[in-house]
Antibody, heavy 121, light 108 residues
Framework: QLQVQESGPGLVKPSETLSLTCTVS??????????WGWIRQPPGKGLEWIGS???????YYNPSLKSRVTISVDTSKNQFSLKLSSVTAADTAVYYC?????????????WGQGTLVTVSS | SYVLTQPPSVSVAPGQTARITCGGN??????VHWYQQKPGQAPVLVVY???DRPSGIPERFSGSNSGNTATLTISRVEAGDEADYYC???????????FGTGTKVTVL
């Protein structure tokens, strides 16, 4: 059973960079059919897609966040990562990593438990 | 950008049927997915590609999609169905995954 799990600091200061890692277990991040994504949810609010990556390194970003987001992959560790720069209180959210079969129409079948990141000084 | 509109809340008595709508421009031309999210938990996919169910999801969950509205139907509602529900599509014109505004289902 494939699983994904987020990890990283739970507190980030304003203007700094948020960094999270998603570890994939029970399967290979290098699967030719899989794409890996980041989604966030501010407290009490809805879901927002941040971006996705393929094991080859191809990336796809939400245009509203593109200038601040970098998603990368480390196939040797079966991990992919998120960096969000110049954070503000508006970036406080639960951050989820998830998997889709292909990019585009397929849904996010597998989700991590999520990790709360608070932006505060 | 593409917008998906859901009613903020739906209330239903146990054993009855809950219908949650998701409105979007010509949404019938897109594949719609539905997620259930209970408090403090990650979303769980309950319906994909308009009307298919992942393994382990009860047949009580069904979906339809036509015109400008997609609908998630929960038949014979149980207390355990109380949760937030989100629809989701991929908008090819903007290359963007879009989630609906979310609907809180309350079982009376």
């Amino acid at each position: 059973q494939l699983q994904v799990q987020e990890s990283g600091p739970g507190l980030v200061k304003p203007s700094e960079t948020l960094s999270l890692t998603c570890t994939v277990s029970g399967g290979s991040i290098s699967s030719s059919t899989d794409y890996w994504g980041w989604i966030r949810q501010p407290p009490g609010k809805g879901l927002e897609w941040i971006g996705s990556i393929y094991y080859s390194g191809s990336t796809y970003y939400n245009p509203s966040l593109k200038s601040r987001v970098t998603i990368s992959v480390d196939t040797s560790k079966n991990q992919f990562s998120l960096k969000l720069s110049s954070v503000t209180a508006a970036d406080t959210a639960v951050y989820y990593c998830a998997r889709t079969l292909d990019y585009g129409e397929p849904p996010f079948h597998y989700w991590g438990q999520g990790t709360l990141v608070t932006v505060s000084s | 950008s593409y917008v998906l509109t859901q009613p903020p809340s739906v209330s239903v008595a146990p054993g009855q049927t809950a219908r949650i709508t998701c409105g979007g421009n010509n949404i019938g031309s897109k594949s719609v997915h539905w997620y259930q999210q209970k408090p403090g938990q990650a979303p769980v996919l309950v319906v994909y590609d308009d009307s298919d169910r992942p393994s382990g999801i009860p047949e009580r969950f069904s979906g339809s999609n036509s015109g400008n509205t997609a609908t998630l139907t929960i038949s014979r509602v149980e207390a355990g169905d109380e949760a937030d529900y989100y629809c989701q599509v991929w908008d090819s014109s903007s290359d963007l995954y879009v989630f609906g505004t979310g609907t809180k289902v309350t079982v009376l």
